[in-house]
């Protein structure tokens, strides 16, 4: 093929006949023997012809022949494409609940990316940033959505033919609603509980009617926002459920049923309403009797965050890794076998599922792009033998969201591929397509930087599970998920040479899209906070001082960089997540004076 199309076409055939002059116009028809988005586009003599199944096959060739123009001179060569998605449903869900809100025109940035991948559900995951009605005392300082927020954001997701769906979770990760004296009641632990050796505050409210009754109402508000009939209620990671108001209960009937029987209560009067409604799948997955009880309109989204590579090599580390499973939802040497494993109990059952990878930027500050790609694909292939429709690629923000958005546009755009195609896209250049038609820079520069970053994270030779190396080491206080007692002194000279050799070639990019200021500046900053970190596993505790400096620096970056992409509320969250490592260094360089 002659042309750059992304995603690549299922077939190209080259056309006979002589060739089509530029300015023939697409004549475009609907053919209801095609599916929904489906379409094909023949271009030869005279003729351009668009026939699809619907109005998103429509719009899904249109841009075909558009990218095709944009590279074409006085005339094309004949040819016939047809296309149609693996997944009807490819979907991104974006945090903007752990601190970092984008703001509008970062989500316009970001529908811009998920069009041109062909995504076609947008869900933003939501605990405390939505201005609801009567809780400012939980909203007041993290600059929510609003209601006219979400409105324009529908219309903005409808104009690029993407479903808006409400992503609300309702039963764990509720900690700022319960930190506030008006709902500090409706904790499963008032007193907090214990995650290992660790005593942490309670972000799971008790199942009990009246908690049933509150979280509804929140979900009250939110519905009339939404054109969409689906919506994702969450009631994942319920960790001290059983260890606290419900621990009768749990003792009595289980701590299984004690999970479902709450969550119908929440999921029941929504399928009523005639909403198909999804909800994580992790809980039940340890106890799959239940599973037969879960109502027609339900839907189980399994997610699994990690490819095998990962996995194998966090199980035969000797560090902490195998201890460290707690976030991932399952022992460790129950994962090897990546969605496989996660979603054994559904496929058992024959149960319909939708699969969630990730997007593999959280808790990296530059990205894990290898990871990312093989966990796509696992969750690619183990959706499509089992008949799944949904493919829905998830950014997550831990501990702050740290990292900028541009290190999540690459695996973004790589999702929107392997959920259209996955037998095709295992040859995209996302350098050359980010490039091309999103940054629009010749250089490929700045594309390519971000690529070679988001491969640094396991440059240092060790494993690593949910994390990078490099993040960790920024983050002394957290449980380590990463096993940095054997990194070598020429594993850290590598990775420094390589960060600097992307900040120059970031310097010597010439993107010409309306962010490309920004995008150059926050990934220069991710990659200098990058190379901090490198540093950071083999200084001297004489340099303490310099070492402080340079951090209080990258701070003050940090909170420039922030404001461009982000509002203002939760940046100061965010960054505490940085203050253990500042005390520590401030200690050191008064110890050394």
């Excluded at 324009?152 to 039963?171: A, D, K, M, R, Y």
């Excluded at 519905?223 to 606290?244: C, K, V, W, Y």
């Excluded at 009937?253 to 992790?282: C, N, S």
């Excluded at 990546?338 to 500050?365: C, H, N, Q």
């Amino acid at each position: 093929m002659s042309y750059v199309v992304f995603p690549t076409p299922r077939t190209y055939i080259p056309g006979e006949g002589s060739r089509v002059r530029r300015d023939v116009p697409l004549a475009a028809s609907t053919d209801k023997d095609l599916s929904a988005q489906e379409f094909v586009l023949r271009a030869t003599g005279d003729n351009v012809t668009l026939h699809a199944g619907g109005p998103l096959g429509e719009r899904y060739g249109r841009s075909v022949w558009q990218q095709i123009l944009d590279q074409a001179g006085d005339d094309i060569e004949p040819f016939e494409i047809t296309d149609y998605p693996d997944f009807a449903t490819r979907g991104v869900m974006l945090d903007i609940s752990r601190s970092r809100v984008p703001t509008q025109d970062t989500l316009r940035r970001y529908l811009e990316l998920l069009a041109l991948a062909r995504v076609n559900e947008f869900q933003l995951y939501t605990e405390h940033t939505f201005a609801f009605e009567g809780e400012e005392a939980t909203w007041h300082d993290a600059s929510p959505m609003t209601a006219d927020d979400i409105r324009w954001l529908g219309e903005l997701c409808s104009e690029n033919g993407i479903e808006l769906v409400p992503n609300q979770n309702t039963f764990g990760h509720l900690e700022r609603f319960l930190a506030t004296p008006k709902h500090a009641h409706r904790a499963e632990a008032p007193e907090g509980w214990y995650m290992g050796h660790e005593h942490v505050e309670s972000a799971v409210i008790a199942p009990n009617d009246d908690n049933a009754a509150f979280v509804n109402s929140l979900i009250d508000q939110l519905l009339p926002l939404f054109p969409s009939r689906s919506i994702n209620i969450g009631a994942d990671e319920t960790f001290e459920l059983g260890q606290g108001v419900s621990k009768d209960a749990v003792a009595e009937h289980g701590l299984g049923r004690v999970y479902l029987d709450f969550v119908l209560k929440i999921m029941r009067p929504l399928i009523e309403k005639g909403y198909t409604v999804q909800y994580w799948a992790d809980i039940l997955a340890h106890y799959p009797e239940l599973l037969d009880e879960m109502p027609e309109g339900s839907l189980p989204v399994v997610w699994m965050y990690e490819g095998k590579t990962s996995l194998h090599a966090a199980s035969t580390s000797t560090s902490a890794l195998n201890e460290a499973t707690v976030e991932v939802g399952m022992a460790l040497e129950d994962q090897l076998e990546g969605f496989e494993a996660a979603a054994k109990e559904l496929i058992a059952r024959d149960t319909a599922f939708w699969v969630a990878p990730g997007t593999s930027t959280w808790r990296s500050l530059i990205g894990r792009i290898q990871n990312a790609r093989e966990n796509m694909f696992d969750a690619a292939r183990v959706g499509l033998e089992h008949g799944s429709t949904g493919f829905l690629n998830t950014l997550w923000g831990d501990h702050g969201m740290i990292e900028p958005p541009t290190t999540g546009f690459e695996p973004l755009l790589l999702g929107g591929a392997i959920s259209w195609n996955a037998a095709t896209a295992g040859d995209t250049d996302t350098t050359s397509v980010l490039s091309r038609w999103f940054y629009d820079d010749d250089t490929e520069n700045l594309a390519g930087a971000a690529h070679t970053l988001a491969g640094l994270w396991n440059t240092l030779g060790v494993p690593s599970l949910n994390s990078s190396p490099l993040f960790d080491i920024l983050m002394p206080h957290l449980h380590t998920i990463s096993d940095l007692t054997s990194v070598t002194p020429e594993a850290i000279t590598r990775v420094e040479q390589q960060i600097d050799d992307c900040i120059n070639q970031l310097a010597r990019a010439t993107p010409r899209n309306a962010d490309a200021a920004i995008s150059i500046r926050e990934l220069t900053h991710a990659a200098s906070f990058a190379r901090f970190a490198a540093n950071e596993l083999r200084a001297n505790p004489g340099e303490a001082a310099d070492r402080l400096r340079n951090l209080d620096d990258l701070i003050t970056e940090q909170r420039a960089c922030w404001l461009l992409r982000s509002r203002p509320g939760g940046l100061e969250r965010s960054l505490n997540n940085l203050e253990p490592l500042r005390t520590k260094l401030a200690e050191a360089a008064e110890q050394a004076r």
